[in-house]
């Protein structure tokens, strides 16, 4: 099993994970900048929710046919990039188009991460796909404490910089894993 690959694998499924966890926390903010409703809001999440849904078996289909690794680095630039945005803009239409590109990073880098850690793992595969796991894992025991770390500091007015953090965070590690 090649751990280094695992644990850089496993470092970006958190960062993906964050992208993704991110959006809810900051529909408080778009409902009070921007008036929506509550169904309004949910539908910016099922937007990227369902998009992700949809889009990750075609690119499990696509995976198992040949070998995309750079969707590692186009799939945490997407989420983050979309999520970023998505507090520029003050167009419900548009905050719900960032967050479907956001939906269709997570799904291009979780497909490929996976088929990576079953390549890398050799004969272990429970124990690599374990690994990687804990990098979504992570995400979901500590999401309230990074939400509220990012989000607190914030008004309705400038929702955008916790998302921007974690999207140079997954520049960085994207643009490092596509050069390794």
């Known amino acids: 099993m090649k751990h280094r690959d695992i644990g850089l694998l496993s470092i970006g499924h958190l960062v993906t994970d964050i992208n993704q ?4 926390a900051m529909l408080l903010f778009f409902i009070s900048a921007y008036d929506l409703s509550y169904a309004a809001a ?9 998009t992700s849904s949809i889009v990750q078996p075609l690119f499990g289909h696509a995976a198992d046919r040949f070998s995309k690794p750079w969707l590692l680095s186009a799939g945490l630039m997407l989420a983050g990039i979309g999520l970023a945005l998505s ?10 188009f960032l967050a479907v590109v956001s939906g269709i990073g997570i799904a291009a880098y979780h497909t490929e991460a996976a088929r990576l850690v079953n390549f890398a793992a050799g004969t272990k595969k429970g124990t690599a796909m374990s690994l ?3 990098g979504g894992h992570h995400w979901v025991r ?10 607190a500091r914030m008004g309705a007015k400038r929702n955008t910089n916790p998302s921007l953090t974690s999207d140079h965070n997954g520049l960085g590690y994207g643009v490092s894993v596509f050069f390794v």
């Open 87 to 96: 507090g520029l803009f003050q167009s419900y239409e548009w905050i719900v």
């Open 132 to 134: 990687f796991g804990v």
């Open 142 to 151: 500590h999401r309230t404490t990074y939400n509220h770390r990012s989000l």
């Open 42 to 50: 949910a539908g910016i999440v099922f937007a990227a929710n369902m």
């Open 21 to 24: 966890g991110a959006l809810p």
